[in-house]
Protein backbone atom coordinates (compact mmCIF):
# COMPACT_ATOMS: atom_id res chain seq x y z
CA UNK A 1 0.00 0.00 0.00
CA UNK A 2 2.85 2.34 0.73
CA UNK A 3 4.68 1.49 -2.64
CA UNK A 4 1.41 2.43 -4.32
CA UNK A 5 0.78 6.01 -2.59
CA UNK A 6 4.53 7.04 -2.97
CA UNK A 7 4.09 7.81 -6.90
CA UNK A 8 0.68 8.91 -7.21
CA UNK A 9 1.62 11.63 -3.71
CA UNK A 10 4.98 12.84 -5.89
CA UNK A 11 2.62 12.82 -8.82
CA UNK A 12 0.52 15.70 -7.14
CA UNK A 13 3.37 17.45 -5.52
CA UNK A 14 3.72 15.90 -2.28
CA UNK A 15 7.23 14.95 -2.29
CA UNK A 16 7.54 15.17 1.19
CA UNK A 17 4.52 12.81 2.31
CA UNK A 18 5.93 10.52 -0.83
CA UNK A 19 9.07 10.13 0.79
CA UNK A 20 7.69 9.25 4.12
CA UNK A 21 5.91 6.46 2.43
CA UNK A 22 8.80 5.26 1.06
CA UNK A 23 10.65 5.41 4.15
CA UNK A 24 7.51 3.72 6.39
CA UNK A 25 8.12 1.16 3.50
CA UNK A 26 11.33 0.42 3.47
CA UNK A 27 11.62 0.16 7.92
CA UNK A 28 9.00 -2.27 7.41
CA UNK A 29 11.48 -4.71 5.18
CA UNK A 30 14.15 -3.58 7.52
CA UNK A 31 12.29 -4.22 10.77
CA UNK A 32 11.15 -7.66 9.27
CA UNK A 33 14.78 -8.87 8.22
CA UNK A 34 13.16 -8.59 4.08
CA UNK A 35 15.54 -8.33 1.36
CA UNK A 36 14.05 -5.29 -0.26
CA UNK A 37 11.96 -5.91 -3.65
CA UNK A 38 13.10 -4.46 -6.71
CA UNK A 39 10.04 -2.13 -7.07
CA UNK A 40 10.91 -0.45 -3.50
CA UNK A 41 14.45 0.11 -4.88
CA UNK A 42 13.27 2.17 -7.65
CA UNK A 43 11.08 4.52 -5.24
CA UNK A 44 14.49 5.24 -3.42
CA UNK A 45 16.07 6.11 -6.35
CA UNK A 46 14.08 8.51 -7.26
CA UNK A 47 15.39 12.47 -7.40
CA UNK A 48 12.29 13.23 -4.93
CA UNK A 49 13.04 10.97 -2.69
CA UNK A 50 14.13 12.71 1.12
CA UNK A 51 15.61 10.32 3.18
CA UNK A 52 15.79 12.72 5.90
CA UNK A 53 11.85 12.88 6.60
CA UNK A 54 10.01 11.44 9.79
CA UNK A 55 7.28 8.97 8.46
CA UNK A 56 5.60 9.65 12.18
CA UNK A 57 3.96 12.08 10.66
CA UNK A 58 2.06 10.26 7.86
CA UNK A 59 -0.82 8.50 9.58
CA UNK A 60 -2.06 12.47 10.00
CA UNK A 61 -1.88 13.37 7.01
CA UNK A 62 -3.67 10.36 5.63
CA UNK A 63 -6.33 10.99 8.36
CA UNK A 64 -6.79 14.28 6.73
CA UNK A 65 -7.03 13.22 3.39
CA UNK A 66 -9.47 10.44 3.81
CA UNK A 67 -11.70 12.56 5.53
CA UNK A 68 -12.76 14.37 2.26
CA UNK A 69 -12.65 10.64 0.89
CA UNK A 70 -16.72 10.72 0.63
CA UNK A 71 -16.64 14.15 -1.33
CA UNK A 72 -14.19 12.73 -4.16
CA UNK A 73 -16.21 9.55 -4.48
CA UNK A 74 -20.03 11.45 -4.43
CA UNK A 75 -19.15 15.16 -4.74
CA UNK A 76 -21.83 17.52 -2.55
CA UNK A 77 -23.83 15.61 -0.20
CA UNK A 78 -26.75 16.47 1.73
CA UNK A 79 -28.89 15.08 4.72
CA UNK A 80 -32.77 14.26 5.21
CA UNK A 81 -34.72 12.36 7.72
CA UNK A 82 -36.91 10.44 6.50
CA UNK A 83 -39.22 7.49 7.93
CA UNK A 84 -39.16 3.78 6.66
CA UNK A 85 -42.36 3.65 4.83
CA UNK A 86 -41.90 -0.45 3.37
CA UNK A 87 -39.24 -3.30 3.62
CA UNK A 88 -38.85 -4.51 -0.08
CA UNK A 89 -39.87 -8.05 -0.60
CA UNK A 90 -36.31 -9.52 -0.84
CA UNK A 91 -35.34 -7.95 2.27
CA UNK A 92 -32.84 -5.94 1.36
CA UNK A 93 -33.37 -3.15 1.37
CA UNK A 94 -36.35 -0.56 2.14
CA UNK A 95 -38.44 2.50 0.75
CA UNK A 96 -37.82 5.85 2.97
CA UNK A 97 -40.14 7.97 2.84
CA UNK A 98 -39.79 12.18 2.84
CA UNK A 99 -42.53 13.85 1.75
CA UNK A 100 -46.11 12.88 -0.21
CA UNK A 101 -44.24 13.25 -3.44
CA UNK A 102 -41.26 11.92 -2.39
CA UNK A 103 -39.06 8.18 -1.46
CA UNK A 104 -36.04 6.99 -1.54
CA UNK A 105 -34.80 3.19 -2.10
CA UNK A 106 -32.41 2.56 0.20
CA UNK A 107 -29.87 -0.86 0.29
CA UNK A 108 -29.82 -2.34 3.86
CA UNK A 109 -25.58 -2.60 3.05
CA UNK A 110 -25.86 1.04 3.52
CA UNK A 111 -27.70 1.34 6.68
CA UNK A 112 -25.75 1.52 9.72
CA UNK A 113 -27.16 -0.28 12.79
CA UNK A 114 -27.47 -3.62 14.43
CA UNK A 115 -31.13 -3.37 14.33
CA UNK A 116 -32.86 -4.27 10.70
CA UNK A 117 -35.32 -1.64 10.08
CA UNK A 118 -38.89 -1.35 10.53
CA UNK A 119 -41.97 0.83 9.19
CA UNK A 120 -42.51 3.94 11.41
CA UNK A 121 -38.64 4.08 11.91
CA UNK A 122 -37.14 7.53 11.77
CA UNK A 123 -33.22 7.27 9.81
CA UNK A 124 -31.15 10.01 8.87
CA UNK A 125 -30.15 9.75 4.76
CA UNK A 126 -27.05 10.80 3.44
CA UNK A 127 -27.78 11.28 -0.11
CA UNK A 128 -25.78 12.62 -2.98
CA UNK A 129 -27.05 16.62 -3.87
CA UNK A 130 -26.89 15.73 -8.15
CA UNK A 131 -29.03 12.58 -7.81
CA UNK A 132 -30.33 11.67 -4.25
CA UNK A 133 -29.04 8.83 -4.28
CA UNK A 134 -28.43 7.11 -0.41
CA UNK A 135 -25.10 7.12 0.21
CA UNK A 136 -25.90 5.98 3.85
CA UNK A 137 -28.34 5.61 6.53
CA UNK A 138 -28.36 5.34 9.90
CA UNK A 139 -31.35 5.42 12.62
CA UNK A 140 -31.94 8.75 14.31
CA UNK A 141 -34.89 10.54 16.67
CA UNK A 142 -37.98 11.47 15.86
CA UNK A 143 -38.38 14.99 14.21
CA UNK A 144 -41.22 16.89 12.59
CA UNK A 145 -42.01 16.39 8.99
CA UNK A 146 -44.38 17.20 6.56
CA UNK A 147 -46.91 14.93 5.65
CA UNK A 148 -46.22 12.65 8.96
CA UNK A 149 -48.68 12.82 11.94
CA UNK A 150 -49.55 10.77 15.37
CA UNK A 151 -53.28 10.21 15.50
CA UNK A 152 -55.23 8.27 17.88
CA UNK A 153 -58.79 7.13 17.79
CA UNK A 154 -60.78 3.70 17.75
CA UNK A 155 -60.10 1.17 15.51
CA UNK A 156 -62.50 -0.29 13.36
CA UNK A 157 -61.38 -3.52 11.18
CA UNK A 158 -63.30 -4.34 8.16
CA UNK A 159 -64.35 -8.10 7.05
CA UNK A 160 -61.31 -8.05 4.97
CA UNK A 161 -58.93 -7.78 7.86
CA UNK A 162 -58.05 -3.95 7.27
CA UNK A 163 -58.79 -1.07 9.58
CA UNK A 164 -59.47 2.36 10.13
CA UNK A 165 -58.62 4.61 12.63
CA UNK A 166 -60.93 7.97 11.59
CA UNK A 167 -59.53 8.11 7.82
CA UNK A 168 -56.42 6.48 8.31
CA UNK A 169 -55.77 3.10 6.44
CA UNK A 170 -54.63 0.30 8.88
CA UNK A 171 -52.55 -2.32 6.89
CA UNK A 172 -53.92 -6.00 7.94
CA UNK A 173 -50.28 -6.87 8.73
CA UNK A 174 -50.33 -4.07 11.65
CA UNK A 175 -53.44 -5.79 13.08
CA UNK A 176 -52.06 -9.02 14.83
CA UNK A 177 -54.68 -9.33 17.43
CA UNK A 178 -58.15 -8.66 17.57
CA UNK A 179 -58.30 -4.93 18.17
CA UNK A 180 -61.89 -4.03 16.78
CA UNK A 181 -63.12 -1.27 19.05
CA UNK A 182 -59.95 -1.00 20.45
CA UNK A 183 -58.24 2.72 21.43
CA UNK A 184 -54.82 2.95 19.06
CA UNK A 185 -52.77 5.40 18.32
CA UNK A 186 -51.06 5.52 14.81
CA UNK A 187 -47.98 6.72 13.38
CA UNK A 188 -49.38 7.66 9.46
CA UNK A 189 -48.24 9.05 5.80
CA UNK A 190 -50.09 10.63 3.48
CA UNK A 191 -49.91 8.13 0.69
CA UNK A 192 -50.76 8.04 -3.05
CA UNK A 193 -53.95 6.13 -3.67
CA UNK A 194 -53.24 4.81 -6.76
CA UNK A 195 -57.10 3.46 -7.50
CA UNK A 196 -58.51 6.52 -6.13
CA UNK A 197 -55.91 8.68 -8.32
CA UNK A 198 -55.51 10.88 -4.85
CA UNK A 199 -53.23 10.66 -1.17
CA UNK A 200 -55.01 9.81 1.53
CA UNK A 201 -53.71 8.42 5.29
CA UNK A 202 -51.53 5.12 6.02
CA UNK A 203 -50.73 3.90 8.74
CA UNK A 204 -47.46 2.81 9.41
CA UNK A 205 -47.47 1.77 13.04
CA UNK A 206 -49.82 1.19 15.58
CA UNK A 207 -49.94 1.12 19.33
CA UNK A 208 -52.60 -0.09 21.73
CA UNK A 209 -53.35 2.50 24.04
Known sequence: ???????????????????MCVKRAVNCYLENGWNIKADLEKLV????Y?????????????????????????????????VVHNIHNSGKGFHA???????????????KSKEKPSPGDYVLLTLSAEDQSV?????????AMDDVTYLEGVLS????????????????SLIKNDLDGQSVGVLRVLSYDKPKGKHGWQALRIQIL
Do not use: M
Not at 45 to 48: L, M, V
Not at 65 to 72: F, G, I, M, N, S
Not at 97 to 111: E, H
Not at 135 to 143: F, L, R, S, T
Open 157 to 172: IKEKGFGFVDDTYVPS
Open 50 to 82: DTSVEPEALNLFLEERADLALDYLFGKREQKVA
Open 97 to 111: YLDKNTSVSVRLGVF
Open 45 to 48: AESW
Open 135 to 143: IEAKPCDQV
Open 1 to 19: TLKGFAPVLAQHGYLHEAS
